[in-house]
């Protein structure tokens, strides 16, 4: 991986041509990002709301591998592979719930909410001692600013270092700690995983597609700013729009921000009432994408202000959606095989830099 500073030279410098259109379409291309990209970095999982009493666990996909996120008795939350060590069987089928003990469903072995082998039932015998360290597989897991992350590469960087002070930016949001995992939707999306984060990482299409956004938003001083391993932008909401609610503090005001974090994380944070959102593009094939949008605000019944946030938010999102798969179509032509940047696009440069850096290309 690319030092900071040499990411950010490159990102500095125009570049003419987008990554070649074949990297959105072959499916060789999503192999290899699984391992290299998809294996090798941190990925959110979830949220501590979702784990507020001993016992409780969700599971999740990473990378292609099952994950178990669980509050042991000890009330630490820590993340296994969701494997059986006995025979490989996924272990937890549901996605989430509380229980003191987890079953595998073939031969009935359980293990504690730390991990360790509880019984293991076919092994009574003499053969007892040679299972006994059997317990589950760890994975490397950290949280920051109550969001749950794991990374399947355990010679990674930590958090911190790998996402430079993107998390004291977050610290400006002193509210980020009282908001709750709220509720979470999904939609597939025809195209690459790429294709959706190059959208995201630009703002010349907002005139054209999002009259909403350019209404609501000062455009005028609205800025991309790359940083390691993550890029930001945003802009002051315009004076006389509120977004739904007429008591803005001087904080609420400049939440106007959007960041990315590399590879597939969104988060977003708008003007208004406390709020998060997270966005995640979690390949299917090398075509199709799930798109998993997930939002935090303090309290589940929403106010009214909050359920036009979202409605809002989802507007945007739309847009956003018709546009990359309509791009996807014309990834697969052979009308042109590569893209050119603007002046503005600099952020999705670093994004390619570091996507080709990732596939040693
Ligand atoms: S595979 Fe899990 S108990 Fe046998
Ligand atoms: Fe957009």
Redesign the pocket.
Known sequence: MATYNEVQNKANRTFERTLSYDLYTDPKVLEQEMNDVFAKSWQLVGHVSQLEKPGQFFTTDVAGEPIIVTRGMDEVIRAFYNV?P????K?EKNESGQKKILQ??????TFRLNGELNK?P?FTGEDAHCVSDRCLRSVRMEILESLIFVNLDDNAKTLQETYGDFFDRLSKFPFLGELKRINQKTRVIKANWKAFIDNYLECDHCHVAHPSFVATLDMKNYQIVTCQNYSVQGSMIKPDKTMGTTDLNEAEMQGGEFYWLWPNLMVTIYPGPANMATIQMIPIDHENTLAVYTYYFRDENLTQEEKDLVTFAEQVRQEDVDLVELEQIGFRSRAFNQGVYSQSEKAIVQFHEMVLEALGR
């Open positions: 059986c006995h025979r490989a069987t272990l595998c469903g073939y031969h009935g072995w293991a076919n």
